[in-house]
């Protein structure tokens, strides 16, 4: 609609990094209008998109390739490639998992491949600006699953999650050159997790939520001053599960910041005093997401609580209390057809992610379901369901942008033998 409030998505949980968009006026008809789509190799990450400018970074067969898209028509505008011989120690993909993320004033467009290869590129030509290797110039390795944290654009500087040896933790990296401008702390690993800005007591600050591969394990969140690095404290939250990963991004209202990690570690709201030192509100063990990072709206925080797909719900709690308002798992009855024999199975969201947009939200199922819901203290509602295809790993979080939502398929599709892609539908009303 022409009145319809529209936004760019420059980075990993949106313009405002808690997986909240301002966009308005999107239909609510599911499954939504296919616009386009592209087949891809593998990876986890979602696109960034400025303008007429989407970026998307995928892995086909040994090369990560950053890919340059039009957003509205799908055409390739530029595309660079570059050798990648990471081997998931799981079994799950060899793509990247970290997003691209895009410096509107500079032109420029930042990823990070799944070993560690940082490269700076001019967003309307794809010309490498300068280019770096983690892995040598931090000596970072592996751990369980790759490189996953997408990078932060703040205060003129690029915030990694490095998770170096002896540290730093986190560095900043100048955008125009990459040299470092500062590190900060020395005894957690690279999470799965992403940086995220916020104002606090007035002043700006980034929230890590850190911690990779160790023994014991050990991470935590860390409040950084972004100008300089001066960590402002450090609380250690981290499963006692030496196979266990700190994934969900934090999520700061107020003076407030709350994590989750699964693996029996559960939630904490650390209070962040004017001074800049902490207090712990409460811990609970009753909200404990895997990688998708939760939604705050008005006093309670809303997400896909569990480890695994069989033990995933969908919940809701208090954060002044950290009382869990509801649980629910939303559970539905599909028919589809294999090779022309009709079956009917009770699928689900399992652990899905959620999306907050035009008043209520959309929830992406693993199993590649679309909903909108309506989610407040007293339940959950169903406004529309659609099945955008039948694949498992469908973990990234989808992006919308100017009434477009983008969704990524990350495995073959079970029913049609379709391979990944990334897909974009019309949600404009």
């Not at 916020?198 to 935590?220: D, N, T």
């Not at 300089?228 to 250690?236: H, Q, S």
Request: aromatic share 10%.
């Amino acid at each position: 609609a022409a009145d319809a409030v529209t936004h760019d998505w420059t980075s990993f949980l949106g313009p405002t990094h808690n997986g909240e968009s301002t966009e308005t006026r999107l239909s609510r008809t599911l499954p939504p209008p296919l616009v386009w789509e592209l087949p891809t190799g593998s990876g986890y990450a979602s696109p960034a998109i400025h303008g007429d400018r989407l970026v998307y970074l995928h892995r086909v067969g040994e090369e990560e390739i950053v890919e340059c898209l039009h957003p509205e028509t799908g055409g390739t505008h530029w595309r660079l490639r570059y050798p990648s011989a990471y081997r998931d120690r799981y079994g799950y993909n060899n793509g990247p998992r970290s997003s691209p993320v895009i410096d509107v004033p500079g032109g420029r467009v930042y990823t990070i491949g799944a070993e560690g290869r940082v490269h700076a590129m001019e967003l309307e030509t794809g010309r490498v600006v300068w280019r770096s290797d983690l892995r040598s110039a931090y000596s970072v390795r592996q751990d369980f699953f790759g490189i996953s944290s997408t990078p932060l654009i703040e205060g003129g500087v690029l915030i990694v999650n490095v998770g170096a040896p002896g540290g730093p933790t986190v560095a900043a990296l100048d955008l125009e050159t990459g040299d470092e401008i500062w590190r900060a702390g020395d005894e957690w690993g690279a999470s799965y997790a992403s940086p995220v800005p916020a104002v606090v007591h007035g002043e700006r600050r980034v929230f890590v939520f850190a911690g990779g591969e160790s023994r014991p394990p050990s991470g935590g969140l860390m409040s950084i001053d972004p100008t300089n690095g001066r960590v402002d404290f450090a609380f250690p939250w981290r499963s006692r599960t030496y196979e266990s990963v700190n994934a969900a991004c934090p999520v700061v209202f107020d003076d407030k910041v709350f994590i989750t990690a699964s693996y029996r570690a559960g939630g904490a709201l650390v209070e962040v005093r004017p001074d800049f030192t902490h207090d712990v509100a409460w811990t609970t063990r009753d909200f404990a997401l895997h990688f998708n990072t939760p939604i705050h709206r008005d006093g309670y925080l809303y997400g896909f609580d569990g480890r695994n797909m069989g033990d995933s719900s969908l919940a809701c709690i208090d954060a002044a209390t950290g009382e869990v308002a509801w649980r629910e798992v939303p559970q539905w009855r599909e028919r589809f057809t294999i090779d022309g024999r009709e079956y009917e199975q009770i699928l689900g969201t399992a652990r899905g992610s959620l999306l907050a947009a035009d008043g209520q939200f959309l929830a992406l199922g693993e199993l590649g379901h679309l909903l909108w819901l309506d989610l407040t203290p007293d339940g959950y509602t169903e406004i529309s369901r659609g099945w955008l295809f039948a694949a498992r790993e469908s973990w990234s979080l989808p992006v919308l942008s100017r009434g477009l939502l983008y969704v990524t398929q990350n495995a073959r599709d079970l029913l049609t033998g379709a391979g990944p892609r990334l897909l974009c539908y019309d949600l404009r009303a």
